[in-house]
């Protein structure tokens, strides 16, 4: 599918309301309070620029097209932060931690219940948890809970199938 296959498969009006809104949310989480003059359409508009001529590369995408421009969007913020770092250390520490650390098991809690609806047993929900809390190595996971290696590759190819059919509904709540 080209771009403009892309463009008009999906309700643009839409997206761009939803990446406006989530452009939104991200930036009051941080906490800043001026972006040199930028809007969170802004960020929207720049990225849906990028894609338009081509720095950001639709073709290559492994994706859906909304994911895409999501991704872009994240991205997009992202590196403004990096760019823009000292004008921001100052304000950063403002952030309460408590409000981060509840935003981010808030999030844990919502994709645990998504993985749940869509069918995750308790084994992939375990590992899922491992998961958020950094624990990656399917050795180490075995060992912390007793089990065989090659039982934690199976439940961990069962969670990487389902992670794919979860991804628009965990952008959301992100």
């Known amino acids: 599918m080209n771009l403009a296959e892309a463009i008009q498969s999906v309700d643009m009006d839409e997206v761009i309301d939803r990446m406006n809104a989530y452009a939104i949310s991200i930036l009051k989480s941080v906490g800043v309070k001026n972006f040199n003059g930028k809007e969170p359409i802004d960020f929207v508009g720049d990225v849906i620029l990028k894609v ?63 993985l749940k609806i869509e069918g995750a047993d308790d084994d992939e929900l375990t590992v899922f948890e ?22 934690v590759y199976n439940i961990t190819k069962r969670l990487e199938r389902r992670l794919p059919k979860i991804q628009t509904q965990v952008i959301n709540i992100i």
């Open 130 to 151: 491992y998961w958020a809390d950094g624990i990656t190595k399917p050795s180490e996971i075995a060992k912390d809970l007793g089990i065989d290696v090659k039982e």
């Open 52 to 114: 338009m001529d081509g720095q950001r590369d639709w073709s290559k995408a492994k994706c859906s097209f909304t994911e895409f421009l999501f991704g872009c969007l994240k991205s997009e913020i992202s590196n403004f932060f990096k760019t823009h770092k000292n004008i921001y250390d100052n304000e950063l520490p403002e952030i309460p931690s408590t409000d981060q650390s509840f935003s981010e098991e808030h999030i844990r809690n919502s994709i645990s219940e998504i």
